[in-house]
C-alpha cells in the first residue's frame, strides 16, 4: 500500500497546478513541483534504487490526470440547465423538489429546489440544476415545506452566484458550485410559495432526516438557550443554531473544531462502540463458537458493526468533508481488518484523500480539506517522531504513568494539529488563537469523555424519551461548564489574535520550518547515537543555518506582511465592490489610511464589514485603519462600518463639524468613544493633510443645513443623500472627487457657491442615479474617468442609462464596480492610472 504515496502526490501536483496556475504561477509551480519531486523520490526508493520506464509513465499518467481533472465542463448548447436559460434582470416562476429540508438562518430561511421548469415571458421550459432561494419576509407567515414537496415559486429573479470582486474576498461562486448550486435568489412574500404535491424522497433519506428531526426536539425539550445550540453543534455539527457571539467565542478559544463533526467525533463514536460491542461479540463466540473465537472472529465482527455505526452517524450528521474523511479513514481502517489487511492511519489517510480528490478535485481549494487532512497528516507526523525518538519516559515509568501519557499523547496531537492547520486559518480566516493549544489539552479528552454518553442520550431517546430526556438533563451539567470555560477562556486578554495575509512566500517558509525542527533534532539524536563524521556536521550545520533564517522570515512576513516594502510610495483610491452601496478605501503615500462608508446589505443578510472590508484589509497586509469616515447614515454606506470597527482597530473616527446627530451616526460616534478611539472634526472648506495629500470637505456647510431643514431640531431627523459629505482629493496636479449619495439639489447648491468641482476622476453621485449627476454639473466636473458604484443587476436601476451616457458623451471613461470588481486608482501625483480587479 506504501506505493500508493507517489501516485497520489502525482495527481496531486496535477490538480494544484490547474486550479492555482491562474492565481500565482511561481506559487503553483513550487508546490507542484515539490510533490511532483517528492513522488519520483519515493518512486526510486521502492523499486530499489532504479528507474523501471513503466511505472515513471504510470506516474506521468497521474500527472495528466491531475491536470485535466479540476477543468469544468460548461452546459454545452442545447442542454437543459438553467445556467443556459437565465435572464437575470427578469422575474421568473420556477417548479421544483424541494431537495433538503429548509434552514432558518440569520432571520431568513433558505431552500434547496432541484429545479424542473423555468418560465419568464413565454412557455415554461424545462430545466435541470438546483437552486437556492432564501425567503426574507415575515417567518410566521412561511408553510413549512417538507423534503420532497413539489413547488411552484413565482416572481423570483434567479441569479448565477457571483462574487464581490475584491483582493482577498472570500469564493463565494466557487463554494455554491462545489455544493452543487447553480442559481440563487430570494422572495419576500409567504404567497410566492405554492405546494402542488409531494414526491416521497427514498426511504433511507426520509428515515434519517425524522431521525435527526426527532433529536433536535429531544433536545429542544431538555435543553435551553446556548446549552441546547452547543449541544446540537456539538453532536449533530448543526451549527446554524449558535449565536455569531458563541461562535466567535469558540473561534478565539481554539476549540471552534469541536463544532464541526470531524474525526475526533467518528473516532470517538468508532472507539466507544468497539470497547462496548468487542466483550459483548467474544463473549457469545466464546460461549457459542470458540472455534471462531480462537480464530480472532470477534475483533472482525467487532470492525464490522463499529463500521455501521459511524456509517450511521455519518449520515445523520450529513458527509461534510471533514466528517467525510474522518468516515474514508474509518471506513478504510476498518475494512483492513475484515479484510485480513495490514493497514495504517497513514495508509487509510491517503486512501481517504485520494478518494476525495477523484471524486472532485475541487475540494483541494475548500477551507475544510485543507485543514482537514493538514491536521490528520501533521499529527501522524508528530506521532512518527515521538516514535522514532525512543525517548519517552513513559516507556519507564509503568501503570503510574498513566495519567502522564494520556497527558503527553494529548500534547502533541494538539501541538501538532495546531502547527499544522496555523497556515490555512491564517489564509482563509485571519484569526489565530494564542490558548488554542492549552485549551484543547482540556477541552479535546473532556469532549470525548462527553461525546460518547451523549450521543447515547440521544439514539436512547428515540425508543425511550423518559430516559433519554434524563440523561442529556444529566449531561447539561458538564456540557454547560464546557461552555462556560471556552468563554472564560475567550475573555483573556491576547486570548486570540486577528492578523493580516503574509506573502505567499511565507508558506513555503513555515513548513520548511515547522518540518525541518523536528527533522534536525532527529538528525542529532541519531548522529550522537552512531556518530558523525565533518560531512554529516557540516550538513547539520547548514540545516541549522536555513531554519534559523527560516525562522526571522516567518516572524518578519507574520508581523509585517509587506516586508520588504519596495512599491514606490502613490496615493492610492480603492473604490470598493460592496454590492449595491459604496466603501472608498483611501492609502495615502505616507501609508496613513483612511475608509470612506462601508456597504451594507439589506436586513444585514451579509456582514459586509466582516466579510468584505476587513478581508480585503488583511489582503494588503494591513492591521490597523488610521482613520473612518461615514458620509450618511444610509443601510448601503454606514452597515459595514459599524461591524468593522467592533473588531478591526481603528485610530481616529472622523466627523464633520455641524452634523444633524443623526441616530446612527450619533451611536457610531458612541461606539467609537467606548473603544477609546478619538474623534476628529473637520470644517466643511477646510483641507485635512495627510502627508502632501489634502482631502477637502466641500458639502454639506451649514448654510446649506440652515436654509434645506430650517429650525427643525436636529435629533429629530436622519442624514439625507443630500446632506452626505462631499470629499475632494488633491495630491499635486492630479484630483478626485467623492460625490457620496448627493442628488440634485446638493450639486446645484455646490455649483451656486463655485465650489472647485473640476477633477480627473469622479465618483459619480448617488450610484449614478437618474436624480443626480445633472448636465451643469457634469461640466462642471469635466472628468476623465468617472467611476459609479452599485450592485450587479440592482432593484434600483443604477446607473442609470441615461446618466452613463451623459458621461460617456463628456468625455469619461467609465468604470462600473458590478463589472469591473474593485476600481483602483494610483497615482504618484503627476499621472494617474485605473484598473479594475476583475470583469464579468
Not at 228 to 233: I, N, P, Q, W
Not at 271 to 278: L, R, S
Request: net charge positive.
Amino acid at each position: 500500500m506504501n506505493s500508493l504515496l507517489p501516485w497520489f502526490l502525482g495527481y496531486f501536483s496535477g490538480i494544484v497546478f490547474s486550479i492555482f496556475s491562474g492565481e500565482s504561477l511561481w506559487f503553483s509551480l513550487l508546490v507542484s513541483l515539490s510533490a511532483l519531486g517528492l513522488s519520483v523520490y519515493i518512486l526510486y526508493e521502492i523499486c530499489g534504487r532504479r528507474w523501471q520506464a513503466n511505472k515513471l509513465l504510470v506516474l506521468a499518467g497521474c500527472l495528466a490526470f491531475g491536470l485535466l481533472a479540476p477543468g469544468q465542463r460548461s452546459p454545452e448548447p442545447g442542454d437543459a440547465n438553467v445556467l443556459h436559460h437565465l435572464q437575470e434582470s427578469q422575474r421568473a416562476i420556477i417548479k421544483g423538489v424541494v431537495a433538503e429540508p429548509p434552514k432558518g438562518l440569520d432571520g431568513k430561511i433558505s431552500h434547496l429546489i432541484d429545479l424542473s421548469s423555468i418560465q419568464y415571458a413565454g412557455e415554461a421550459k424545462p430545466v435541470t440544476g438546483r437552486a437556492r432561494i432564501n425567503f426574507y419576509g415575515s417567518l410566521y407567515s412561511l408553510k413549512s415545506l417538507k423534503m420532497g414537496d413539489r413547488v411552484r415559486i413565482k416572481r423570483v429573479r434567479l441569479k448565477q452566484p457571483r462574487n464581490l470582486k475584491n483582493p482577498g474576498g472570500f469564493d463565494y461562486a466557487r463554494y455554491l458550485r462545489f455544493s452543487g448550486i447553480q442559481a440563487t435568489g430570494g422572495i419576500s412574500k409567504s404567497g410566492q410559495i405554492e405546494v402542488l404535491g409531494h414526491e416521497p424522497p427514498p426511504f433511507y433519506a426520509t428515515f434519517l432526516e425524522r431521525v435527526r428531526a426527532a433529536m433536535l426536539r429531544q433536545i429542544d425539550r431538555n435543553l435551553q438557550g446556548e446549552t441546547a445550540a452547543l449541544v446540537k453543534a456539538l453532536a449533530l455539527g448543526e451549527r446554524r443554531f449558535l449565536s455569531e457571539e458563541t461562535y466567535e467565542t469558540f473561534k478565539a478559544s481554539g476549540l471552534a473544531h469541536l463544532l464541526a463533526v470531524s474525526g475526533l467525533h467518528l473516532g470517538v463514536i468508532a472507539g466507544a462502540a468497539f470497547f462496548i460491542i468487542y466483550p459483548i461479540i467474544f463473549k457469545i463466540l466464546w460461549r457459542w463458537l470458540p472455534r471462531y473465537a480462537h480464530a480472532g472472529h470477534a475483533r472482525k465482527w467487532t470492525a464490522f458493526l463499529c463500521l455501521l455505526c459511524v456509517l450511521f452517524y455519518g449520515m445523520i450528521v450529513g458527509l461534510k468533508i471533514s466528517a467525510l474523511r474522518a468516515g474514508l479513514m474509518v471506513f478504510f481502517y476498518l475494512a483492513a481488518i475484515l479484510l485480513n489487511r495490514n493497514n495504517t492511519l497513514f495508509q487509510a489517510f491517503l486512501l481517504a484523500a485520494f478518494a476525495i480528490l477523484l471524486c472532485n478535485p475541487q475540494a483541494v481549494v475548500s477551507a475544510g480539506f485543507q485543514l482537514s487532512f493538514s491536521a490528520v497528516l501533521f499529527i501522524l507526523l508528530a506521532l512518527k517522531f515521538v516514535d522514532s525518538m525512543k525517548v519517552d519516559p513513559v516507556d519507564r515509568m509503568g501503570e503510574r504513568s498513566r495519567f502522564y501519557r494520556f497527558f503527553y499523547g494529548t500534547a502533541v496531537i494538539s501541538l501538532a494539529a495546531y502547527l499544522g492547520t496555523l497556515p490555512f486559518l491564517i489564509f482563509h480566516f485571519h484569526q489565530i488563537s494564542l490558548i488554542g493549544v492549552l485549551a484543547n489539552l482540556v477541552a479535546v479528552p473532556f469532549t470525548s469523555i462527553v461525546l460518547p454518553p451523549l450521543m447515547a442520550a440521544l439514539a436512547v431517546g428515540l425508543v425511550w424519551e423518559g430516559l433519554g430526556d434524563l440523561l442529556l438533563l444529566v449531561l447539561s451539567g458538564p456540557l454547560s461548564l464546557l461552555l462556560l470555560s471556552c468563554k472564560v477562556l475567550a475573555s483573556f486578554p491576547y486570548a486570540s489574535a486577528f492578523v493580516p495575509t503574509p506573502p505567499k512566500a511565507w508558506l513555503p517558509v513555515y513548513y520548511f520550518l515547522v518540518l525541518g525542527v523536528p527533522w534536525f533534532i532527529y538528525e542529532n539524536h541519531r548522529l550522537a547515537i552512531v556518530g558523525s563524521d565533518a560531512k554529516q556536521k557540516l550538513k547539520q550545520n547548514y540545516l541549522a543555518a536555513g531554519l534559523t533564517l527560516s525562522l526571522v522570515m516567518a516572524v518578519v512576513w507574520l508581523v509585517w506582511p509587506r516586508f520588504p516594502d519596495w512599491k514606490p510610495r502613490l496615493l492610492t483610491v480603492a473604490v470598493l465592490d460592496v454590492g449595491q452601496g459604496e466603501s472608498i478605501f483611501i492609502e495615502f503615500p505616507d501609508r496613513q489610511t483612511l475608509l470612506v462608508d462601508g456597504g451594507g446589505f439589506y436586513k444585514n443578510s451579509l456582514d459586509v464589514g466582516k466579510a468584505v472590508l476587513a478581508p480585503f484589509l488583511w489582503d494588503r497586509g494591513i492591521r490597523k485603519l488610521d482613520y473612518i469616515l461615514a458620509t450618511h447614515s444610509d443601510q448601503d454606506h454606514i452597515s459595514g462600518l459599524e461591524s468593522l470597527v467592533r473588531f478591526f482597530p481603528v485610530g481616529h473616527y472622523l466627523d464633520l463639524e455641524g452634523r444633524s446627530r443623526d441616530p446612527r451616526i450619533f451611536e457610531m460616534g458612541e461606539e467609537a468613544r467606548r473603544r477609546g478611539i478619538p474623534q476628529v472634526f473637520a470644517k466643511a472648506g477646510g483641507a485635512l493633510q495627510f502627508g502632501e495629500v489634502h482631502i477637502t470637505p466641500l458639502h454639506p456647510n451649514p448654510d446649506f443645513i440652515k436654509r434645506r431643514f430650517g429650525k427643525r431640531k436636529k435629533s429629530k431627523y436622519k442624514i439625507s443623500n443630500n446632506r452626505s459629505v462631499v470629499l475632494r482629493i488633491d495630491y499635486k496636479k492630479f484630483s478626485m472627487l467623492l460625490a457620496a449619495d448627493v442628488e440634485r439639489e446638493a450639486e446645484e447648491y455646490l455649483l451656486e457657491r463655485g465650489a472647485p468641482l473640476d477633477v480627473d476622476v469622479l465618483k459619480a453621485p448617488h450610484h449614478g442615479s437618474r436624480y443626480s449627476s445633472t448636465a451643469d454639473f457634469i461640466a462642471a466636473a469635466s472628468p476623465e474617468a468617472v467611476v459609479f458604484s452599485s450592485g450587479y443587476l440592482n432593484g434600483f436601476g443604477h446607473p442609470h442609462r441615461r446618466v452613463v451616457d451623459d458621461y460617456r458623451r463628456a468625455g469619461a471613461q467609465i468604470w462600473r464596480t458590478d463589472r469591473d470588481g474593485a476600481v483602483f486608482i494610483e497615482t504618484d501625483g503627476e499621472s494617474f492610472k485605473i484598473r479594475g480587479h476583475g470583469h464579468l
